[in-house]
């Protein structure tokens, strides 16, 4: 699926509202890609946001995966309009173990006020690629809240 | 409802394999409450938690509420088995901000192998409570599986 | 949790509503009880609603499930709004079998645009009444929309 | 992704099971393709299974895509394995209007004994087709159950 940005500078908005998400900075979160209705984010493992098995915390890949669906809807939302996680469904599908966590996000439906994304969580490790996670969410389109920035 | 724990120890089970999950001590959460079925986790609001409009991350939220579903089902297993999460969902209610995260999880039905569990977060501002996310999940019991510790 | 309606009317509007959804009298369900937030239908079951193992098939559940929960957020909208589901999840924690199918839908948070609404599926034998599936889901209330009526 | 059937004879093991699901014959769905890991159901629109507005049910649309993802995990197990829907979440992409539902399903991961498959529902009329709804779901292999036949 292809989509038209309904504003130009979408690129720039998103990369500006991940920097101001503070979470994601503390865990160590970056931007890898961005594009009209998909935006990739990257998270390097780490030891210490393991759960007791040793693997990524299923919370912390939801973490990335719900920045990664939150950003691919708001990459389409018009220039002042902010974004807001309405709700969202992950299922595991293998431990969280490898050097790097991928999560993909695309933008299934497009709307006015919701949109719906999916995303996949891989870890990679070298060459490696495994499917640990998807998620299923809708994402909220607001506009004209004091005191929400985009 | 009230329910019959397999291990008499249960609640040291849980406090022990909480102890071993490091992204609950890298996040700031504790153990509030165990009781058999039942878990409350507690997350003092950090800045550096936070998303793009300065409330906690939903999936820092999701992070605290997998944990103590995870051990509320957990604490009806037998002594030799470990849990991981198969699944959930979550719906977010109102922007998470306050003094204090409570996640409460409650098991919903017990099961030999799967177990669902349900799980409020709210806010904690003082006095004042504020009901921000609801999670229903499913969780597993592993036995005997090598290199897993439960 | 006491919700107050925004329609006094709310019951009969719930009711002539649920009479036009021809799928529930295809069915065969009925409304047992409107308040405001809370609505619960009723399906005895039948034998030609069933799965490969003689149990009322999740999908017919989840028939039923929908509509009181969409019903439990349309008892608290304006009376010139209609409802649509956005998205739910449904678990599945017991055969469906018995006598009575009755579903229960409570409102958990309700809003301007959006309504989280939880419910409970039990199967009624007798005294007897187990839960056999529950339900989170998300519904809409639409406005001023040409062709839909509530 | 393409998988390897454990059973070689799944196709007529799918269909004898679709058969005996007498909600599928009561609604009017038929089975349009099976492959390993792979199933298609149809359903001619119907009046009588309508909602308020004249769109097929939600619930009905779930039934049918619930029916294609367990058919599309039962196609990947074992000659004697049954198999039971854990959870599913739906999410309605747009108003099911048009002359037949289809619904698309697809193993995303099969496992020992749960099996994650994601299913996309259309309505098609004429040349023109629209993605109305998406599920993911949980389905589960059951070994050895007295009552059960597969």
Excluded: W
């Excluded at 807001?84 to 969280?96: C, G, I, R, T």
Aim: with cysteine.
């Amino acid at each position: 699926m292809s989509f038209e940005p309904r504003d130009p500078h979408f690129e720039r908005r998103v990369r500006d509202s991940f920097s101001r998400q503070k979470a994601m900075e503390t865990l160590g979160a970056r931007v890898a890609r961005v594009a009209a209705g998909e935006v990739d984010l990257e998270l390097p493992f780490r030891d210490d946001l393991t759960q007791q098995h040793g693997f990524l915390h299923a919370g912390i890949v939801t973490t990335v995966l719900d920045s990664a669906c939150g950003y691919a809807a708001f990459s389409l939302m018009a220039a002042d309009q902010a974004v807001l996680s309405v709700e969202f469904k992950v299922n595991l599908l293998a431990p969280a173990k490898g050097d790097l966590l991928v999560a993909r996000a695309r933008v299934k439906r497009p709307g006015r006020t919701l949109t719906v994304v999916t995303g996949d969580a891989v870890m990679v490790t070298g060459e490696e690629e495994v499917t640990i996670a998807t998620m299923v969410g809708t994402m909220m389109a607001l506009e004209n809240r004091p005191g929400l920035v985009s």
